[in-house]
């Protein structure tokens, strides 16, 4: 096998750890994507009440029907959080004095051009590392930052979050960056896990900038989760596409019918899918199967919507410190940027 140079991105310890099958993108080596998934789905929708954890929703039709998302005009989140982004990339880029960006749950990474652009014009230099299970989204950046920023060096991580942050070298200066409020898509286990985590893959001199959408009228928020051209519906239910691929299930897309609303006590939109009539739901490869009963809901995601204050006290606790927070002229959608905290 021809031997592949580690980048500097990654810890010195990590080199047998990756491989690139595509030029400048990289995956742990034996990772295999798919078998946690399995595990995962068949758990969780054996609990009570059914549920999905959110990462299943990006195969490469999701991660093109979420980009469709992006675009509507009910779904207000991308083109602020772009305009915070575009207005403060120079003051965000002045206070971090990093060499490295990487770029969690990266997508297309659209929103990141402003960063890079103030890294290259700042500094003259730029490291970019974007971290995301889905394939599609990081060819798709790799070409545009080929064409439009050939200066720019890309490494791109096909990994989960976790996997993906932890290889990165503590001692290259970092800012990690966590946009379109993914982080609501965590719920309240899974988000302390995952800034514990990260905190403790952070090395002294890294940052962190960090996309919250906020608590506003559910006149706003609703409308961002049901549009009028039905494609959040389609992107929530593709989710059973890609459970049927990976399990050989028998979900059927006309048996079910997509649901949100804001739950004002838990501060979160919910996404659902309904059962429309009762059916057995069958995964012969593991010898299993469940009915789904008339009107039973699938809870498929949530995006839990922040206070900004509360948020940053939170983060504190967890030893990331912060040291600005960017907000549009209406106070709907924050950019935090954290520290981590020097002494603990
Ligand atoms: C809500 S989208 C945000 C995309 C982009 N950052 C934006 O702001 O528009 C979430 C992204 O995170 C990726 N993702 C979801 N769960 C992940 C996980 N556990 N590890 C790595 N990437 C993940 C998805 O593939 C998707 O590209």
Known sequence: MKKQTLPTIFAADQSPHWTSQHDGIWSRRGADLDAVPTLSILTTLWDQPR?????????????????????????????????????????????????????????????????????????????????????????????????????????????????????????????????????????????????????????????LLLGADRVKDKNILQPAYNDSRGITAAFILNVFQNINRLLGGNFAREKMRYHSWFNPEWQQIEMYAVAKENQTIRFPSAKAEFIWQRDERILVEISRKFEANRLQEQLSFIGLQPVAHYSDPQDWFSVLLLRKQAHR
Not at 56 to 73: A, M, R, V
Not at 76 to 94: C, D, G, P, V, W
Not at 145 to 150: E, I, K, L, S
Not at 157 to 173: E, S
């Open 51 to 207: 549920w999905l954890e959110a990462y299943h929703l990006y195969d490469d039709q999701g991660s093109e029907l979420f980009e469709e998302i992006c675009e509507l005009p009910e779904y207000y989140l991308t083109r602020t959080e772009n305009s915070i982004l575009e207005a403060q990339a120079k003051n965000i880029i002045a206070a971090a004095a990093v060499e490295c960006i990487v770029e969690l749950g990266a997508g297309y990474s659209k929103k990141t051009i402003h960063l890079l652009t103030e890294q290259l014009r700042q500094r003259g230099h730029c490291l970019f590392a974007p971290i995301d299970v889905s394939a599609a989204g990081l060819i798709a950046s790799q070409a545009a930052v080929r064409r439009d920023f050939p200066q720019i060096e890309f490494h791109g991580i096909h990994a989960r979050y976790d996997a993906g942050f932890a290889a990165v070298d503590k001692n290259l200066p970092t800012l990690f960056v966590f946009l379109g409020s993914t982080i609501g898509n965590f719920n309240q286990t899974d988000f302390p896990r995952f800034f514990r985590a990260l905190a403790e893959a952070m090395g002294p001199n890294d940052y």
